[in-house]
């Protein structure tokens, strides 16, 4: 009976891309280029390295079977070891791994996937920015009523409330961006940080140790390096990538949430997939489980946070491996639910419908208890005294909202019933101006809507590729 | 280019045993049986059911394809009719989950799932407490210097800082035995908990649904159910149970670190596997990396703790599936984790030595400071005055301490200086005779020893078979 | 300028009941009690207290300065001496603390205040079942539409939504008991964890010190002891007691949550309190703000459960004080966030008010979706061909269903639309009873409740003044 | 009985000028300025203000009086409206809060405490980076010996061992500066984020309604402001703002545990406080509480950030007062815990003592292990075979170790074994060569000192009166 297990995450929910970044094989395939970087890197800089070899590693780097590397492993109890010896005997030499320890290798290449993933973040929320742009444009003056402590409170428009999770994700964004550019690798510092076993493969020179550094980072492609680290980089560091994917995730989610909410109203729906259809028995049912799921991946990238935290300011001396396994876990988990939720956004955002009809009766059931105070002021300028207006109005509003909730009425009727009230002079002809001019009453929404465009255009015109990015087939 | 990625838990760190709980092809032969066993509870109490059709099931249960299911998924979307699909199409008949609806299924069987993990964390949690407690037996007696804020403060046996440890796990071993003996199950309760669908499949006989409820209760083996659920079962007793098991890892943590600190000063050792040798170049270094590892495991936990947190108190009416994706990452991934945990530290406690030499030089580095009142006393009765004692003590002390710290003397020679000092009349043999009383002064802690010894004795005689599990080789 | 900072827990939410056990004042008196109880006992087992030194401590004890021991502290560096001194000062003897060092007293007193919350907490708890109780039998027999993924499902009633909410406290609630009847103290044990200190002030009478600790624990009145432990009692202790708030807040917590979702539906508010008016301008406005406080205050909760699970597994050797200021901040915290979430919640569960029209209102609009399958059976005993009625009844579903959401029909009126098609010949009054059977579908809903109320009941006999409990006013 | 509770981490850790910031009175202060900022800038923009008024308020505006506000909210029920009320009243006028909602006051107010707070954590950041920089110079060429799992791995320098920690602290403090140059405020938006409040008081003139927000953004002093917001600004701006303290808090963390264990080998300690004196019967014992305090610090830190990702994505169509009564715990009291760690970090860096001879002490116990590679080059160079002297040095080697942990010999004689065995030909000079070559040997540890200093001499001279702050006197 077989008990393999998969990862979840990535069978469910993460796309190829970020799986590639973090599978087994995937994490080889960076290892072996990073070691041939560095026997390159040697080699130029002085270090012998006969003929042939290189050329003999590079032959054999895409030759990954990674059940033979943990069988070596099993006997080794090492699993940098038995990853070198794989290399080497698929190569047939042994000049890998020279004045290197392990964390030279693991560091560096688990902070490389680190990034790589990061970009691919970046990516797709490109994507998601762009969807909710267009999304916020095309519903740009949909006058809806906004809520507050989930009870009608003003006039937004649709075009707005999506503007405005949109906007949680831009200010994240921009901190992602901050991130990626000063994301610092922990560099080529042997065994305790001192840079030691390089500059004695380099006989004591040690410009030349710094100089390799400096060609593996360009390798690597990453923008910094720490300068005075132990063994290992600060932890802190991936509790700032936690927390960054945390923020990320936040306005999805909470535009997740809404739609939730709006579904439950009838106001919207995530929407079906092409083909899919609803139940016949249950036409009305159309449930929000891609929304759901964002919500639950957002907790599991919280958790993920939690993990980060705990290793992070942990640190004893130069660093042990107490993290290692936590690692091991966090950090794949973490990219690979931010993937499946940022891949569930995006299908949402392709597939959800607004129901304009049910959004404008909304309206109309609260609207007239939002125009009250401009209907008292239309009703002085039409010659009633403040206070009876104040006083008139107030009676046959308290009315409706309990003729409402006792069933006595279906619909909102205040404002005939102000117009039937003889001690204000208001005409129905007055109060369907006022119900025109009340659904247009939306403030600046229209004007944040294109601000947010705009802002997310400039990005869309940076990353042009991204910005057009589809989602594939999610579960 | 394979990208597929296990989990990283299974397949490192946890046991056959606990991997077969929470493999899909585990559950998917747990949920074979529930449903079998509600086919047989359903046809026992006067549904029909054709002949052969229980046999065709059970026929082809074991027959387990989770390539093919989710082949299915991928069509449906929706994993429990891939699943019903599956096993109807083996077994050539259509008379699964009648009445039922996904949670129906889903939510017991996690529980199962849940429910025989725990059971498996407490055959583990027997074995290390018998496993702790035969260390403590054979070092009851062993006089250990005591650290407060990691400095020396009294004396007390190595014996009894084990069973402090264990201790911890025995108080939470005790909650685990409430939660075990009173965890419900959410039962046959519909869609929505009020148990309408297998009424309606009674004809309404309500009776009859609430029997077939009680014969699923005896078969899942479960000790109580639920009364009035929604369509799912409360999350907060998921966040109980990932409590249980924090509770359960936190005295191995503690454990596990205090061991990494005897590490750091030559205490003792975590030790090596049999035939593993430490390296010639390091012979010093024997690392603690299974002790790290238990305090990195203890930190995942803590991870989906917060998960499991963030579920609680979430419900919405009668819930949804946001929690869905967050189940299926924390509940299998804790329980491997801890198991995981589990094992790593019977290894310990097998392996790990102690160096007696090291442990009595530190204390005869530190006994003489904490002998100072005990000194003062016999001093006074061997004539010199209070106040003439106390001077003299102090003034020795405090350069003695001094004297070590700027390396003047490299032992505390305290006990020789007030001997020599004639201020005081005290002789080499009443030093020594101090001392040895000074080494054997652990108060109660032998007795405390043995209380714990006891108390686990009690329970390794009702699990037998768990107290005498050895573990197996771990990476 | 002032720049002293109150609790804003204590302040804001907290009742005088809970402030009592955490303010200083309150500290200050427990400690007190406890240090006369120790010389009480170290008196009656034989250790010499002067006359009228007892009665000197007692006469005192009262007078709690809690600046003036703040004073000393300043000067002493050492919060426990400070108010040794201050005690000692007040009564004119210096009696206090024989043989006891400062985790003697702390950590004895601190889980003195542990356990009293707890049974403060578990007060509260049966006056909040209580009131769930009460008002889920008034409400036992309300049709009510249940949701999952926020949408219409089946037919429930109200009062099983909130027995389902109250079963999740209940489950809770038996954990508390458990929690509470095995709580262990770490007693008299001394510096390390030897009791060595006592043992000593006993001239090495282990059974005296031994059997001062019992009495000690009688004095306290809890339940049990630690055998083995270090300076402090593990830790992981507080992780249970903080992880059963968290758990018992999650149904509460889920139960808020739902009522703001039932207030945004308008089929329920959390009510106004007495006197209190909502605004004229919004009377609709009637904001869930308790309920989004009850919320709030569960955040915190796990807020703290996070710092609490960073302490637990974090023991160094015997202990330290790493611990000390997370404890300072947490217990009382946490204890004061959980008074008042119930404080909170029993006002709520007072005020609530129920719009049993709206519930009609939306039953109505769902009930026919919910009844296709039945219709169909009626369809076909009087006479329509299966397949016809089945592509007849899903033919007008889907058409109702999309013209609610274009606004073509303002309510649902499939079952009229059924009636009209001659394909099927069933009549008004066939559909008027299949809503009122439908109506009255709700299972064992009505069971529900009352296995929940009989559950309760049984608690309230035992807490009987508990049960009765009338919250305070709330801000 | 008074059952006030102070808070705790107020009056114990933080400074007065972090206490300043988040006192009720001080949070009076800055919302009266706040509000004549808005006065002042609608009376500029054309809104008529009679004279006199805003010196009214002004005039009064020192005189807060906090019970008395208490006091009105008790009655109001709307925390507010209290505050609006009372300040009024002082003034003897009617004019604040004019096209204001609630959250256009409480949202920028405490965004300002949190910017202002920030700046005062920068500000000790830099203390903090000046105090390890100088540390670190002084002790720059100290060798030290490295240890990664706890065990001696290779040599370092004490120097290089603070710049790790301090160079942590520059990498979080480089994204502090992103975070206070990139902080938006949610502006005066109204009660759902539209801006039609202000817009209808300027009589639709979305301009100056535009306008009068810039005006008050420069009265905040804040970098920038939302355009799409809500009711409230989002939550995930908390979020980044609590993991930012600590990841912060995080080197210093590493730095404090790391003092602990080096505290448990005397290699140094936090030192004493000036006239502090150490017990004479335990001359030994200098606990590391304040060490301990920041670690302690830290975990408290991580829960706020558990409740900072409660909130975040947790979001309700334009917002509700969920989050209220968390913001109230949270913010104030990350801070005041964050500012209590520096200011402890800070004394302890003032006050640490580096025992000089044991920390040689130390290195002479491990440095022949480590230099056994050495020894075999010089012994081949001085004719031995390679094999011959790869296997003396591994049978010296493990022996030494087995003798040292068996108390055979106290201190490491490998060196002398090796001159001594006759299959050698090294000398007791070459020996002393070599130790003193492997003490020096500690890599680029002395450059990446000077580089972490340059570093932070960079931003002293940006913040020189912040480089020169002294810590008060800590509890």
């Not at 306005?251 to 139940?279: D, H, I, N, Y």
């Not at 935290?309 to 876990?329: F, T």
């Not at 609207?367 to 239309?378: A, G, I």
């Not at 309990?402 to 117009?419: A, I, P």
Request: aromatic share 6%; hydrophobic share 45%; proline share 3%.
């Amino acid at each position: 009976m077989s008990d393999s297990i998969p990862n979840v995450l990535a069978e469910r929910y993460a796309t190829s891309a970020m799986r590639a970044l973090w599978s087994p094989e995937g994490k080889v395939r960076l290892e072996r280029d990073y070691w041939i970087a560095v026997l390159k890197g040697q080699r130029d800089l002085g270090i012998t390295v006969p003929d042939g070899v290189i050329k003999a590693y590079e032959k054999v780097k895409d030759q990954v079977n990674v059940a033979s590397i943990m069988e070596r492993e099993r006997v080794t109890r090492h699993d940098v070891k038995a990853r070198i010896e794989e290399f080497c005997d698929l190569a047939g030499h042994e000049h890998l791994h020279k004045g290197m320890t392990s964390r030279d290798l693991t560091e560096n290449v688990e902070q490389l996937q680190v990034f790589r993933a990061l970009l691919e973040v970046r990516s797709k929320c490109v994507a998601v920015l762009a969807g909710i742009s267009r999304r916020a444009a095309q519903t740009r003056d949909i006058p809806l009523t906004a809520r507050t402590h989930n009870v009608a409170a003003q006039v937004t428009t649709l075009g707005k409330r999506l503007a405005m999770f949109g906007e949680e994700l831009l200010v994240a964004f921009g901190d992602l961006q901050h991130l990626i550019a000063s994301y610092p690798a922990r560099g080529l510092k042997g065994a305790v940080g001192t840079r030691l076993d390089q500059i004695t493969l380099f006989n004591g020179d040690a410009k030349k140790a710094s100089e390799l550094e400096h060609r593996i980072l360009q390798h690597l492609g990453m923008p910094a390096a720490f300068n005075a680290v132990g063994q290992v980089y600060p932890r802190s560091l991936d509790l700032q990538v936690v927390a960054s994917l945390c923020q990320l995730a936040s306005g999805p989610s909470s535009f997740a949430r809404t739609l939730r909410l709006m579904a439950g109203q009838e106001l919207a729906s995530e929407g079906f997939a092409k083909g899919q259809v609803g139940s016949s028995a249950m036409p009305h049912k159309m449930n929000s489980r891609s929304c759901e799921r964002i919500n639950g991946l957002h907790v599991i990238l919280k958790g993920y946070l939690a993990m980060a935290a705990g290793l992070a300011g942990d640190q004893w001396n130069e660093g042990d491996v107490s993290c290692s396994v936590v690692r091991r876990v966090m950090l794949p988990d973490a990219f690979l639910a931010m993937d499946g939720l940022l891949e569930t956004l995006l299908t949402v955002l392709n597939q959800m419908e607004v129901f304009e009809a049910v959004v404008e009766q909304e309206l109309m059931r609260y609207l007239p208890f939002l125009l009250t105070t401009t209907v008292m002021m239309e009703a002085v300028k039409a010659g009633a005294g403040r206070e009876t207006a104040h006083e008139v109005i107030k009676e046959h509003a308290v009315q409706v909202a309990k003729d409402l909730r006792t069933g006595t009425v279906r619909e909102n009727d205040l404002l005939s019933r102000l117009v039937l009230d003889e001690r204000l002079t208001l005409t129905t002809e007055d109060m369907q101006r006022l119900v025109e001019a009340g659904k247009a009453n939306a403030g600046d929404a229209p004007q944040q809507v294109d601000a947010f465009c705009a802002s997310v255009a400039a990005i869309a015109k940076e990353y042009p590729q991204a910005a057009k990015y589809e989602p594939g087939v999610i579960l």
